[in-house]
């Protein structure tokens, strides 16, 4: 249930319908929130989400933002380079009450409303830490996700509640560490799947189509995973660099230089080399990956 401290939940209108824009409305929907507008690029992907709320809301297309009902929170949840231009579109709108915006961009912080902040709005960022693939069933998808929140103190703790309501967690860090924390987020997850992508190269040139390969592959990934929730990543590393295997990081470069696979063979010496880092000293594998 809503949190019960509040006396009412804030009216919202969401910015930007893509997957998070509707999963959001239809969770905030769902949990007792009244949402106000939705508005989209195209006025029809805003009718879209709408059609997915029990309750009457107003859709508009970009171009019409400054006709928006008031509301006591807009969250913006537009791609970020459109972020600022939406701030500036706000800007020019005559709120009747204390009114907060947050956008969802993990990269970028609060500082990028600093129009609205102008005006006296209270400003923030709230980010969830996964990847949202489905847009109806908006609470399910959001359930259990962790949240970085930040931007001035009212700001915090309106997201904060926000996050509780839909059955998150929520963590705050510095408006400036936001491009890092991002960053952070890319390589545990993108860059994970990029590197799953090499992966199933490899296996290719074993003889392996990408389906079987996929499917071998990935209860590897997930047994590390499941080892990585209970332990430090010095502890979670198996395998050959844990091992200090010599012979077979030799047998390793060679096949990879035979097959002719320059990226693989890349990102081998180089995470090679930080799995070193997490293990016992072994400066005859450091020497051999540096001089590939």
Request: aromatic letters at 4%.
């Amino acid at each position: 249930m809503p949190d019960a401290k509040r006396k009412e939940n804030p009216e919202v209108s969401i910015i930007g319908t893509g997957r998070l824009g509707t999963a959001l409305a239809v969770a905030l929907a769902g949990r007792g929130y009244s949402i106000q507008s939705l508005v989209a690029r195209r006025v029809q992907n805003a009718r879209k989400a709408a059609n997915l709320i029990d309750a009457r809301v107003q859709v508009l297309a970009a171009k019409q933002l400054r006709a928006l009902l008031p509301a006591d929170l807009f969250l913006i949840t537009v791609p970020d380079d459109q972020i600022s231009a939406v701030a500036r579109e706000l800007s020019k709108i005559n709120a009747d009450r204390k009114v907060t915006a947050l956008h969802t961009s993990g990269a970028l912080s609060s500082d990028v409303l600093a129009p609205l902040r102008e005006k006296g709005w209270h400003t923030g960022s709230i980010h969830p830490l996964m990847s949202v693939s489905g847009s109806s069933d908006g609470e399910a998808s959001l359930r259990g996700a962790f949240w970085s929140v930040e931007g001035d103190r009212s700001a915090v703790r309106l997201g904060k509640a926000i996050v509780k309501d839909l059955g998150g967690k929520s963590f705050s860090i510095r408006s400036e560490d936001k491009p890092l924390y991002h960053a952070a987020a890319v390589m545990s997850s993108g860059n994970v799947v990029a590197l799953f992508d090499v992966a199933l190269e490899m296996l290719g040139k074993c003889g392996l189509d990408r389906k079987t390969a996929r499917s071998i592959l990935v209860p590897l990934i997930a047994s590390t995973v499941r080892s990585l929730e209970t332990k430090d990543p010095a502890q979670a590393l198996t395998g050959t660099f844990s091992r200090g295997d010599v012979e077979t990081v030799k047998r390793h470069l060679a096949a990879l230089k035979d097959n002719k696979l320059v990226e693989a063979l890349d990102l081998y010496r180089l995470l090679g080399q930080r799995s070193l880092k997490l293990t016992k000293d072994q400066p005859q594998i450091t020497r051999i990956l540096k001089s590939v």
